[in-house]
């Protein structure tokens, strides 16, 4: 295989825009929020067309895009040993709205097989996997809008059609009808920082 030359001055938009491509963003504005790089670097980068190696790489281990795509622009996007990922979009609760953020990739023996619209939802330290796809409301982990704020809450049904809706982010928790929130998605699975 022959080696493509490397030049760190040169490559810098096409690799950026393979970034963008990869996050799922649509601007730079969006990638700085997430990595925490000034949008003002990378307005720079873009107009000197400086080749960013460290987002890239930061990009693939994050992503499970190929490193090579990444990189180059040669070869498939994902590796085809990368059959054994998912790539599930990811939001941010900020301000009680969902945000989309970008994706995370995933090893599909995380996924219970019975998800089937599986989404990430960050709120705080915490990253939940949760599913969209519900049959009925039981007592459990929920994604629920509450007085047009999402959060993340326990709820614990009691007789005559009320639940008790408690969480890390209620100080008191409370009683109401079932019908005056707004379920959104169950929780499956979370992964909390410690």
Not at 10 to 17: K, S
Not at 27 to 50: K, P
Request: proline share 4%; glycine share 8%.
């Amino acid at each position: 295989m022959r080696m493509n030359k490397f030049n760190p001055n040169h490559g810098g938009r096409e690799a950026l825009t393979r970034v963008l491509e990869a996050y799922g963003f649509k601007t730079r504005t969006e990638l700085s929020q997430h990595t925490g790089i000034t949008n003002s670097t990378f307005g720079t980068w873009w107009s000197r067309d400086y080749y960013p190696a460290q987002v890239i790489i930061w990009c693939s281990l994050e992503t499970g895009v190929s490193l090579r795509w990444l990189a180059t622009g040669e070869g498939p996007m994902y590796d085809d040993a990368k059959g054994d990922i998912t790539s599930l979009t990811r939001y941010k609760i900020i301000k009680g709205k969902l945000v989309e953020d970008g994706h995370l990739v995933l090893d599909n023996s995380l996924l219970s097989p019975e998800l089937t619209e599986p989404k990430i939802i960050v709120s705080n330290e915490t990253i939940s996997l949760v599913d969209y796809s519900f049959e009925e409301i039981s007592d459990g982990t929920w994604l629920v809008e509450i007085e047009g704020k999402v959060s993340i809450r326990n709820l614990e049904l009691i007789p005559v059609g009320k639940v008790r809706v408690s969480g890390t982010e209620v100080k008191i928790p409370f009683e109401c009808a079932l019908n005056e929130i707004t379920v959104l998605a169950q929780v499956d699975s979370v992964l909390r920082k410690v």
